[in-house]
Structure formats: C-alpha cells, structure tokens
C-alpha cells in the first residue's frame, strides 16, 4: 500500500490515541490556488471532490476500550485553525467490537464542492470517552487487499 507523509492525519505510527472527541492530530493543506490564464481576476476555487478518488485509509493500530461507537469525518476549511470547519463526510458509526488493532476501512471519495484548503479528520467518539484505541489514517493510491 503506498501511502503519502503529506496526506498524514494522524501522524506518526502507531498513531493518534483517541480518548475523546478530537480532530485529528494533523491537516492537510491541499494548495495555493492560483489564477488562472486568460486575465481573470476572481479568487480561483479548486474542487477536491471533482476527477480522481482520493482514498484515505482510516486504520485501528491499538484496540478501543469503553466507548460504544466512533465516527469519523472529513471537514475542510479556509483557516488552520478550523474555526469554520464544514464536515462534508461522515463515515458510519463503527461498533466497538469492531475497533480492533488491525481493523480499517476506506472513505472512498471527497464529496464534490469540497473547495477549502485546508482538510483534517474529526473523531467522534460515542458513549463513554475512551480508555484505549489509537488510529492511524493517510491517504493512500489504493486500499491494499489480501487474497490467501
């Protein structure tokens, strides 16, 4: 599986301990945009969500104690500081039972209109805060599968 630092949330293995609800440890700036040719004079707007899926791969590297569920969002904005963050995606809320070291899943594709800059992941945790669990996710070329 080929991974990017760049597109790091969660920085460094093992990864990013999640106890509560929290953004992730990491954003990803997704570029300057520039004017394009031609004289045009308004703020150019990209959008991430048009052309080539852009997996990011959520993996649990340390097993989840105490809480029920967790979700996990995509949310972009214009600032680093998230002040008004828009989540564009959710992922569907995940049981404990399945949070298990080794677990992971894809968030596929960005949804299309998703034009900030700036992107980070939001963990919600459900139920108690947690005691344990840690994730690790980048964006990745293509989710890896195993065939035995």
């Known amino acids: 599986m080929l991974g990017d630092s760049l597109w790091n949330f969660c920085g460094a293995s093992p990864g990013q301990a999640i106890t509560a609800s929290a953004a992730s440890t990491n954003y990803v700036d ?79 594709m960005i949804p299309p209109k998703t034009n900030e800059r700036y992107m980070q992941l939001y963990f919600t945790v459900a139920g108690s805060n947690a005691t344990a669990g840690k994730i690790f996710a980048t964006v990745v070329e293509a989710k890896q599968d195993w065939f035995f």
């Open 30 to 108: 997704t570029g300057v945009r520039s004017i394009p040719p031609g004289g045009h004079t308004a703020t150019p707007v990209s959008d991430l969500g048009k052309g080539t899926r852009i997996p990011i791969l959520i993996q649990v590297t340390e097993t989840f104690a105490t809480l029920t569920s967790l979700t996990v969002g995509v949310q972009v904005d214009d600032n680093t500081g998230f002040s008004s963050a828009a989540t564009v995606l959710s992922s569907p809320a995940i049981p404990v039972a399945s949070l298990v070291a080794g677990y992971q899943f894809v968030i596929d």
